[in-house]
C-alpha cells in the first residue's frame, strides 16, 4: 500500500535561484505547494472574470453561483460585525477564497496547500494581525479593555485577565491547526481507502467484495471532503468576523 503521508511531501517544480535577505537564505524556487496556491488563485479570477464578464439581469448558472459567494461572505461579514462589516468584507472574502480554492484543488487536481502548517500559520498570523491592527486604529489603547471584560468584580480581575491573554494568543493557534488537521485528516482516509481497493482486489472473490466495500466508503469519503473543504473556508471566515467584531465593536462588550 502507498505510503499515504507522500501526498504532502514538498517538492520543487521550478528550480530558481536562493537569494539573501538580512542574512537568511530564502530559496525562491517553485514547490508543489505554491503552485497549487496558484492554480487556485488562478482558477478564482478566471471564474469571476468570466461570470462578470456578460453580467445580465437574468444571470446563468455560474453567475448565479458567483453572486451566492459575494452574497454569503457579505451577508456573514454585516450580521456579525454590524454596519462596519462591509468594510472589512474584502478581505474576509478574499481569506474564503483562498482557502476554498486550495481546499478543491487539492481535491480535484493537485497538491493540497493547506495541508501545510506554513500556510494555515500564515493565514491564522495575517487575521489575528488584522484584527490587532484594526484594534489599536479604532480604539487606541482601550484596544487592551478586550481583555477586561465590563461588569466582572475586581477580585477576579486578576485571574481573568490572565486567562483572556491566553485565550487572545490561542487564537491563531486554533485556527491553524483546525484548517490543517482536517485537511490533513481527511486526505489520509482516503488515501488508506483508496490502497485497500488496489490491496483487496487482489485476493480473490473475497477480496473483491472488501474491495467493493472500501470503494464506497471512498465514494462517501469524497464527497463528505468536498464539503469538509467548503465548510473549512467558511468557518475561517465566520471565526475571521468574530474575531473583528471584537476589537471593531469593543465598545459594546
Request: hydrophobic share 60%; glycine share 8%; net charge negative.
Amino acid at each position: 500500500m502507498a505510503d499515504p503521508l507522500h501526498q504532502f511531501q514538498i517538492q520543487k517544480v521550478v528550480e530558481l535561484p536562493t537569494i539573501d535577505v538580512a542574512g537568511v537564505p530564502v530559496d525562491l524556487s517553485i514547490t508543489n505547494s505554491v503552485l497549487a496556491m496558484l492554480i487556485g488563485v488562478g482558477c478564482v479570477v478566471l471564474f469571476f472574470a468570466l461570470t462578470t464578464a456578460r453580467a445580465s439581469i437574468i444571470p446563468g448558472r455560474f453567475q448565479v453561483m458567483a453572486e451566492g459567494l459575494f452574497g454569503l461572505i457579505d451577508d456573514l461579514s454585516e450580521s456579525i460585525i454590524g454596519h462596519e462589516g462591509r468594510s472589512f468584507f474584502p478581505f474576509v472574502f478574499t481569506l474564503f477564497l483562498f482557502i476554498l480554492s486550495c481546499n478543491l484543488v487539492g481535491m480535484t487536481t493537485y497538491f493540497t496547500a493547506t495541508s501545510q502548517l506554513a500556510v494555515t500559520a500564515m493565514l491564522a498570523i495575517l487575521t489575528i494581525g488584522t484584527v490587532i491592527v484594526v484594534g489599536f486604529i479604532k480604539n487606541g489603547f482601550g484596544f487592551f479593555k478586550l481583555f477586561m471584560p465590563s461588569g466582572v468584580p475586581l477580585l477576579i480581575l486578576p485571574i481573568l485577565i490572565p486567562i483572556e491573554i491566553i485565550s487572545f494568543l490561542m487564537r491563531p493557534i486554533t485556527l491553524t491547526l483546525r484548517l490543517f488537521g482536517n485537511m490533513v485528516g481527511g486526505h489520509i482516509v482516503m488515501k488508506v481507502f483508496a490502497g485497500f481497493i488496489v490491496a483487496l482486489a487482489s485476493a480473490g472473490a473475497l477480496g473483491y467484495l472488501g474491495g467493493f466495500v472500501s470503494l464506497t466508503a471512498v465514494v462517501a469519503l469524497t464527497a463528505l471532503e468536498f464539503l469538509v473543504a467548503y465548510l473549512q473556508a467558511f468557518v475561517f471566515a465566520v471565526l475571521a468576523c468574530v474575531y473583528l467584531n471584537d476589537v471593531v465593536n469593543l465598545h459594546h462588550h
